[in-house]
């Protein structure tokens, strides 16, 4: 969390949001990244507590996200239910100490825990699942129309960590210049009901639970209008992120063909694959790799950064100086 933010957020705040949700005085942090997020309790049951700064997010745009959520919610996709507070209100307005503002929403726990790259379910029928149920979030959201009044969540070209020039030192020329133009490039694309809508934009493992049958997917602080095909190149960014950590590029390659395998096997039991997907996705993984670079810098200043950050940036400031993807899927992968 940005230090301006941290040093406003006091308990004062989270103690007028657990009145809000008419919520029990014990939490546990859960994360302070993009957004403050708490387990809390009502009534004995556990539940999802965020506080989002106005400086991230405005309440238009959260009001947004839960619209789009409980959509998906009502048509059996497995994601968090959002409730009102004690006022009837799904986002609630908190004033902090220098006059900005903290949002606090409350949503339900989902079932399952987290399946990292070295658990022993992270295998073929994860990698099924996880592409079958981001199918299906695609193919309803097709038909989702946003309710009336509510401002439209941005379009991905909207997002504040896609102005590389705004983060990145001003020194590092060659990276604003190759992001600019890969942004270029992919405002070209078409753009169509098959291939464009509201998605979720973060389907890695961290954002997921898993209940040994089904994934329940959180967090959708990110979702914009993007193309469909991002959703599907990002789990396989993080897969090999997070899995391969050290850079080996063979046996990144290798796993990546038998993760994508799988994942495309599940996505297509759920919806057709967007036509021209296969060129897509190595924009979408560069892509990916610009916005992590632009919000390291944002979030995390320089004298916090830790070796091994250090190396993690260094790592894709040289892929986005050469305009390469974190991995190449082989052919036959991508005709699947």
């Known amino acids: 969390m940005e230090r301006f933010v941290a040093q406003v957020f006091t308990e004062e705040i989270m103690y007028e949001a657990l009145q809000h949700f008419a919520l029990e005085k014990e939490y546990k942090k859960l994360g302070d990244f993009e957004n403050y997020v708490f387990e809390v309790t009502r009534g004995g049951s556990p539940y999802i507590l965020r506080l989002t700064h106005s400086s991230h997010r405005t309440k238009e745009e959260l009001l947004a996200e839960i619209d789009w959520m ?25 004033k902090a100490i220098d006059e900005t503002n903290f949002f606090a929403s409350l949503f339900s726990k989902v079932p399952g825990e987290h399946v990292r790259a070295n658990h022993e379910k992270y295998d073929h029928a994860l990698f099924y699942k996880w592409g079958q149920t981001i199918g299906k979030m695609h193919k309803v959201t097709k038909s989702y129309v946003e309710s009336e009044n509510l401002v439209k969540r941005p379009s991905w070209d909207e997002e504040d960590i896609h102005f590389v020039d705004k983060y990145v030192p001003s020194e590092e020329q060659i990276i604003i210049q190759n992001a600019n133009e890969l942004l270029q490039e992919i405002q070209k694309l078409e753009q169509n009901m098959d291939n464009y809508g509201l998605i979720h934009t973060d389907i890695h493992s961290g954002n997921f639970f898993f209940d040994g049958e089904n994934i329940h997917v959180f967090d959708f602080d990110d ?3 993007h193309w469909f095909c991002s959703d599907i190149a990002i789990p396989l960014y993080y897969s090999v992120l997070y899995g391969f950590p050290q850079g080996d590029k063979e046996v990144r390659h290798a796993f990546a063909n038998t993760f994508f395998d799988a994942f495309l096997s599940g996505y297509k039991s759920e919806n057709v694959l967007p036509r021209g997907w296969q060129n897509q996705v190595p924009l979408f993984l560069r892509l990916r790799d610009v916005a992590l670079y632009s919000v390291l810098h944002k979030k995390i200043a320089p004298e916090d950064r830790t070796e091994k950050l250090i190396a993690q940036m260094n790592e894709i400031k040289a892929r986005i100086e050469k305009n390469e993807p974190i991995v190449e899927i082989n052919q036959l992968t991508l005709s699947v």
């Not at 409980?70 to 908190?94: D, F, M, T």
């Open 223 to 225: 979702c914009c209008y």
């Open 70 to 94: 409980n959509y998906l919610h009502l048509n059996q996709v497995l994601v968090p239910k959002a409730y009102e507070s004690i006022r009837g209100e799904l986002v609630v307005q908190l």
